[in-house]
């Protein structure tokens, strides 16, 4: 391997009005690269109609050890949820 | 031979894809008009839901309950969010968020002309809840349809969020309703003052509607506004008689063969007005908007200093 090839992050649109899902990660050389690489192995059977590519380095992430601290599920918060709610007989379009 | 060829235009093209309910996604070529036309709309519905903070916002800290507090804070900052989404979705389109928010300031850009009323008692955080965001979900919920992808998706996104907001506004009628006399006529007279100016958020009667014809071809709107409208009106009534307010519409009336409510005539000469920057709160609101963008200023520069030092400063090792 060179010195510079650096791992990419795949992510696939299967079809109009979905989002890119990420499907795996491959080794390029540039991102142009990483494209029509990424075409060629993930793909091959018509599995979407773009395709993005982003450097792995270039992610930052949350780690899901974090989770309590970084980001509260706000358990303690039932009101915002539609559920807490009810409503009198009959009425069922809320 | 080639000139047999009959030739397809982008324009062609672009029309059959939103004939076949495809999505358009960012990059692909679009009318300049369909553009300029989501810009609008997305916008407007962006600078809404953060206007929209006002008029509930006032009330926080008079909510009548530490519980009610809470929600009203959790709804508020829903509503923050919610503008979020919309900016990010039309700045897709090329444009982007200080032109989004000069065109608000400048009056370019319109807002939902409902939060141009004053919020004057508790009650109105009931009615709002109730009556605005049910509109609002009722015209969102056709428009996760829409032709433009990252629109759709975000519409997608804020319906989720959005159920509690409307159920928490009539638990506030409600709960009201089920009050001392001085309570049930504050509710009342907050469902008056809140039910036209609701009607009129679905926009003029589709025949005299500037942009629908349009944007229902580019399938940018997927419902008429007197579609909505009367969606709206069918669950509002029920929702009203079921906890013992009354509509204030004399010409109301189940129409059996229909079978919706026919409903009285709106004023839309008042809707002219507030549109047109006269309504209660207009002014209020736009100056309020515009000077906490201008005392929020140093936190941007600062944001702006802190990487531009970080920038210069090699990376710690961990």
């Known amino acids: ?32 690269q990483a494209l029509e690489y990424a075409r060629d192995v993930y793909t091959r059977r018509g599995e979407g109609i773009s395709i993005w590519v982003v450097a792995s380095k270039d992610i930052t992430a949350s780690q ?7 980001y509260d599920p706000l358990d303690d918060k039932p009101y915002r949820h539609a559920a807490m709610y009810e409503l009198p007989e009959g009425i069922d379009s809320l | 031979m080639r000139d047999s060829i009959p030739l397809v235009s982008n324009e062609q093209k672009f029309q059959s894809r939103i004939d076949a309910e495809q999505k358009v996604e960012p990059k692909d070529w679009m009318p300049e008009k369909y553009r300029q036309n989501l810009i609008r709309q997305i916008s407007q519905h962006a600078h809404s839901e953060v206007i929209g903070e006002q008029p509930e916002g006032k009330w926080i800290t008079r909510a009548p309950t530490l519980e009610r507090k809470a929600i009203l804070m959790a709804k508020v900052q829903d509503e923050a969010g919610h503008g979020l989404y919309l900016y990010a ?4 389109l090329g444009v982007t968020r200080d032109e989004l928010i000069d065109r608000l300031h400048t009056g370019a850009s319109k807002y939902a002309s409902i939060f141009n009323y004053p919020s004057l008692t508790w009650a109105d955080i009931g009615a709002i ?12 919920v056709s428009l996760q349809n829409t032709s ?26 409600m709960t009201l309703m089920q009050g001392a006399e001085l309570q049930r006529e504050m509710a009342q007279d907050a469902l008056n003052r809140w039910w036209w100016p609701s009607l009129m958020m679905f926009g003029p009667h ?3 509607s500037a942009h629908s014809a349009q944007s229902m071809k580019w399938k940018i709107k997927r419902r008429s506004n007197d579609e909505l409208r009367q969606q709206f009106v069918d669950q509002a009534v029920q929702q009203a008689h079921a906890i013992g307010l009354a509509v204030p519409d004399p010409d109301l009336v189940w129409n059996e063969q229909r079978e919706h409510y026919d409903f009285g005539a709106i004023d839309w000469e008042e809707f002219q007005r507030v549109v047109s920057g006269n309504g209660p ?15 929020g200023a140093w936190v941007r520069e600062a944001m702006a200093a802190y990487e531009a030092k970080r920038r210069t400063v090699p990376a710690e090792v961990a």
Request: include cysteine.
């Open chain 2, 148 to 173: 433009y992808g990252p629109y759709a998706r975000a519409m997608v996104k804020i319906c989720k969020e959005e159920s509690f907001h409307q159920r928490q506004g009539y638990n506030i009628m």
């Open chain 2, 89 to 92: 979705s039309a700045e897709t």
């Open chain 1, 64 to 70: 899901e050890s974090d989770c309590d601290s970084f």
């Open chain 2, 129 to 140: 809840g109730w009556l605005v965001d049910s509109a609002a979900i009722v015209n969102q």
């Open chain 1, 1 to 32: 391997m060179s010195d510079q090839i650096q791992l990419y992050e795949v992510f696939i649109r299967s079809s109009r009005g979905l989002d890119h899902k990420h499907v795996g990660s491959l080794h390029a050389d540039d991102a142009q």
């Open chain 2, 281 to 295: 709160c207009n002014r209020q609101r736009l100056a309020h908007h515009v000077s906490a963008h201008k005392e």
């Open chain 2, 206 to 208: 589709d025949a005299e």
